[in-house]
Nanobody
Framework: QVQLVESGGGLVQAGGSLRLSCAGSGLAFSIYTMGWFRQAPGKEREFVAAIHWSGGTTYYKDSVKGRFTISRDNAKNTVYLQMNSLKPEDTAVYYC?????????????????WGQGTQVTVSS
């Protein structure tokens, strides 16, 4: 079965960096658009970034542009989210998701598979 496993979350001070990883198995990873979403307590899950399955076009939430970078390594079936200049408002559980030949949707309903999430906490 398909599994997406996130790692790399943790506690960091404001201004610091973290790199999240998401390893996929049981799917043809290279033909899935991969996305990162996040959910803070009491809030809806929201789009953060996505990388297209073909050509690697990237998409970002406005508030993370210039701070976060999404990338993928199809040979390792892994997608990454490099997060720099972290702010307390970035605190959330971060989820990766896979969308079969997706267009880079910002809508969580557009994704086929989800990981279990990894906690990111940014202290002020």
């Amino acid at each position: 079965q398909v599994q997406l496993v996130e790692s790399g979350g943790g506690l960091v001070q404001a201004g610091g960096s973290l790199r999240l990883s998401c390893a996929g198995s049981g799917l043809a990873f290279s033909i899935y658009t991969m996305g990162w979403f996040r959910q803070a307590p009491g809030k809806e899950r929201e789009f953060v970034a996505a990388i297209h399955w073909s050509g690697g076009t990237t998409y970002y939430k406005d508030s993370v542009k210039g701070r976060f970078t999404i990338s993928r390594d199809n040979a390792k079936n892994t997608v990454y989210l490099q997060m720099n200049s972290l702010k307390p408002e970035d605190t959330a559980v971060y989820y990766c998701a896979a969308d079969f030949r997706g267009s880079g949707s910002r809508i969580k309903g557009g994704y086929d598979y989800w990981g279990q999430g990894t906690q990111v906490t940014v202290s002020s």
